[in-house]
């Protein structure tokens, strides 16, 4: 799968500055990569942008083997009908069934699952809201703070069960987090303001997977590349 | 005062703020040119059973003896007694059964004059289409009523004296128009003798319909009709304005009743009833001259103590008061017989 | 053991007749004016049968015609969502027509549709319309992003699913706007009567006013004021099922 942007620009209307000026980027293959930078630099825009939901800009976004980009936040809710569970089954297709016991497992929702949403802790919230996006069908799954309520311990351990669950898909991880995004991504976009040239700078992360060896020296160099680049 | 005045124009603003309520003040006074001012409240609208007092009050007859009297038309909704009672009005026109109500539930009123001597009231019906050969044929029929006026206090008594229940008949209630009658809704319609029934009886008989009427009195329930009242508190604490209102108002109504003074009388009453055509208002003046003076020679106005007391007999004995009323200390004295 | 609102009831009631008693007895007015207390309890003896079946009549047609009212601003609410054109239209619509006073036009829709029940109805199902409908078409028109978003973006969405959503979310909404229409459609209908009908307590109140009687009045607002105090408890005693049914866990 691939997503490049050439010569983006946006100003939103009303607006006095432009967002993006002649921004370019490029995604490419499976894993989980990242978006990084200060607030208020564009992070959700360039996301909406992605998915189709912001359109009027100039520029051109080019798909390769992209059926389709999912967009998930931290503030999303379940219906408040049903409980977590039931709303699982009722959304999963029969594809990702089999998937549901083991993510609820990894996540650590069992006891939670026969809750009803507003029962749930902040935490569990953006779990159960992100075991259901990945029980769906998706090329690209970008995650705007989709875990900002939940521990590190807990993060550290749903990323590498889904870089693990599902090595072919790609994952967009928009976070302000250097460490994380420098230790679990393998191409972290750092996403600058439109006075600098180029907006995007592309920086290589560590790439962290399960069973692997940390090395605290070239993860070190990578967040001081980011750092530096933003 | 502190301080100096300030700008001319400051003094001048002064000036005229406190002259202008001042003038004002001065000019209201001479409009009103020392009249008493009263209230006067009609037990119904302006129709020819009040020209008397809208005659008093067009030709300047309260003016002469000092007064300005707002003469006010009643209606289903107004009850004279209780704004008497509430200071509203100074006077106010009742019938006897509403007096006697009242009376009985301890309303000081007192009665000044009668103006009917006769009472008017009467149920037009179709004979064609209506059977009424004996009163109890008012069971099963539609009978219009106007709840809370004399009409309903009649025929309450009516019902009772022949022995008929509420629900034996069917009571309309009536507000202001007369369709339901046109329209073969209501069997009986009430109405008065001197005023709508000419009105009703001119259109039947345009339409080629045959009408009669039934009358209380004939059947037994003989009761008084409008007479002007105010309360025991105006004749102990205001006699002057008592007397001199009562006088302007009869010579009044004598006058408006006269002959002589009837186109003058019927200009009065249209400037004020603009629903009734003058070929109308022309028919109904001699009816109420009938009904409301019993001789030539008699005065206008003169209270019939014995029509009174029987009223009340019919009234208690019916139930429609829950206990006697000393009649005769209803009645003003000097106008009683 | 009463429900509050039947307590509150009473004590507004009593305090009001309370507050005339004292005028009648600080003003010296006569049984005539303001009825005595004896009174007052033997009036109610007399008529509390007939009023009562008159109550129960108005409240009839109130409950209906509100019912009535409710289905239809649920039906315009869920088309107004459709565009936004169609939607702001019908706000504009209902903003402009709930200014009137309906019950100005009651003697028209009498004479039109008869003295018999439609035009009770009618009257009723028009006052409390306006205000449920613009409560409805804010609620359903109004997008709840972050429940609706996963279903939109899946492709999942359906418009029953937009409005159980956009219901569920709002109900304490709705409950409170359903819940005050009722008091409009009640006092709506009994106005109505007392304009131009010859059934229900409002025509019962204007026979009593043109007799002036002030008692038999006191008698009727009393069970007016009891029926709708209790359609009120039953409204609000089915909301509160209603979303403890939808909240249990």
Redesign the interface.
């Known amino acids: 799968m691939q997503l490049e942007g050439r010569h983006i620009s946006f100003r939103y209307p009303n607006a006095s500055g432009e967002v993006f000026s002649d921004l370019h980027f490029r995604i490419a293959g499976a894993g989980f990569h990242a978006l990084f930078g200060p607030s208020g630099v564009g992070k959700t825009t360039l996301a909406k942008m992605l998915?189709g939901a912001i359109r009027g800009f100039e520029g051109e976004i080019l798909e390769n083997g992209v059926r389709r980009v999912?967009?998930?936040?931290n503030?999303?809710?379940?219906?408040?009908?049903s409980?977590v569970r039931a709303h699982f089954e009722e959304?999963a297709p029969p594809a990702g069934r089999s998937r549901m016991d083991e993510l609820i497992e990894t996540f650590g929702m069992e006891a939670s699952i026969?809750?009803?949403f507003h029962?749930l802790s902040l935490g569990q919230q953006n779990r159960a809201?992100l075991i259901?996006?990945l029980l769906?069908d998706f090329e690209l799954l970008i995650m705007d703070e989709s875990l900002a309520n939940v521990d590190e311990l807990t993060r550290e351990k749903i990323i590498l069960k889904v870089k693990a669950m599902f090595p072919d898909r790609s994952f967009l991880y928009i976070s302000h987090n250097v460490a994380e995004v420098a230790k679990f991504c393998s191409q972290v976009l750092v996403l600058r303001s439109p006075a600098k040239a180029p907006q995007v700078v592309s920086v290589q992360g560590r790439d962290h997977r399960e069973g692997a060896a940390p090395d605290p020296g070239m993860l070190e160099r990578a967040m001081l590349e980011i750092v530096h680049a933003a | 005062m502190a301080g100096s005045v300030g700008t001319d124009w400051g003094t001048s603003m002064k000036r005229a703020w406190i002259l202008f309520p001042i003038l004002i003040f001065l000019f209201a006074c001479g409009q009103k040119e020392n009249l008493e001012e009263v209230n006067y409240r009609l037990k119904w609208l302006y129709n020819v059973s009040t020209v008397g007092d809208l005659y008093a009050e067009a030709q300047g007859y309260f003016a002469r003896h000092g007064l300005r009297v707002n003469v006010k038309p009643g209606g289903p909704e107004r009850d004279a007694l209780k704004e008497l009672e509430l200071g509203h009005a100074q006077f106010g026109v009742a019938s006897a059964d509403q007096v006697l109500r009242a009376a009985a539930k301890g309303a000081p009123i007192v009665v000044l004059a009668q103006l009917f001597q006769v009472n008017p009231l009467n149920w037009i019906y179709r004979p064609d289409q209506t059977l009424f050969a004996t009163p109890e044929d008012l069971k099963g029929k539609r009978i219009g009523v106007t709840f809370g006026g004399n009409d309903e206090a009649i025929l309450r008594a009516l019902l009772a004296r022949y022995g008929i229940t509420e629900d034996q008949v069917s009571l309309f209630s009536v507000r202001y128009d007369y369709t339901p009658f046109y329209e073969g809704k209501v069997d009986f319609w009430p109405l008065y003798l001197n005023a709508q029934a000419v009105i009703i009886g001119e259109k039947l008989e345009k339409a080629g319909e045959k009408y009669a009427f039934m009358s209380p009195d004939a059947l037994g329930v003989r009761f008084v009709a409008n007479s002007v009242v105010t309360t025991r508190e105006m004749l102990e604490k205001r006699p002057e304005t008592v007397k001199r209102f009562l006088t302007a108002l009869l010579q009044g109504w004598q006058d408006a009743l006269d002959p002589k003074n009837e186109d003058q009388a019927v200009k009065v009453l249209l400037a004020a009833d603009r629903e009734t055509p003058e070929a109308v208002v022309r028919r109904q003046l001699p009816v109420t001259r009938q009904l409301m003076t019993t001789s030539p020679a008699s005065e206008f106005g003169k209270i019939d103590t014995a029509a009174w007391q029987q009223t009340e007999e019919i009234m208690r004995t019916q139930k429609l008061i829950p206990g006697p009323v000393a009649v005769e200390t209803l009645l003003a004295p000097g106008n009683t017989e | 053991m009463l429900h509050r609102r039947i307590y509150q009831f009473f004590i507004i009631y009593f305090l009001g007749v309370g507050l005339l008693l004292a005028l009648k007895y600080g003003l010296s007015l006569s049984d005539y004016v303001i009825p005595s207390p004896g009174e007052i309890w033997r009036t109610g003896r007399t008529y509390a049968g007939p009023y009562l079946l008159a109550v129960l009549n108005t409240l009839a047609v109130a409950v209906l015609g509100h019912i009535v009212s409710i289905c239809l601003a649920t039906m315009v609410a869920i088309l107004g969502r459709l565009t936004a054109w169609v939607g702001s239209f019908i706000r504009t619509a209902a903003f402009n027509i709930q200014a009137y006073p309906i019950v100005a036009v009651a003697p028209i829709i009498f004479i039109l549709l008869g003295d018999g029940l439609a035009s009770r109805l009618l009257i009723a199902a028009m006052i409390c319309y306006f205000p449920l409908l613009l409560s409805f078409i804010g609620v359903f028109s109004e997008p709840v992003r972050?429940?609706e978003?996963?279903f939109e973006?899946?492709g999942?969405m359906t418009w029953r699913l937009q409005v159980?959503?956009r219901a569920?979310?709002n109900i304490q909404k709705l409950t409170t706007v359903i819940v005050g229409s009722a008091t409009m459609a009640m006092v709506g209908t009994i106005v109505a009567e007392f304009i131009a009908a010859t059934a229900g307590i409002g025509y019962s109140i204007r026979i009593a006013l043109y007799q002036s009687d002030l008692a038999k009045i006191l008698v009727a607002l009393f069970l007016i004021g009891i029926g709708t105090s209790l359609y009120l408890v039953s409204l609000e005693w089915i909301g509160n099922a209603l979303q403890a049914r939808?909240?249990r866990?």
């Not at chain 1, 999912?70 to 936040?73: G, M």
């Open positions: 998915t999912l967009y998930t936040y503030l999303e809710r379940l219906p408040g009908w409980n959304i026969t809750a009803r029962r809201n259901r996006y769906q | 972050e429940i978003h996963f973006s899946t999942r159980k959503i569920f979310e939808l909240k866990t």
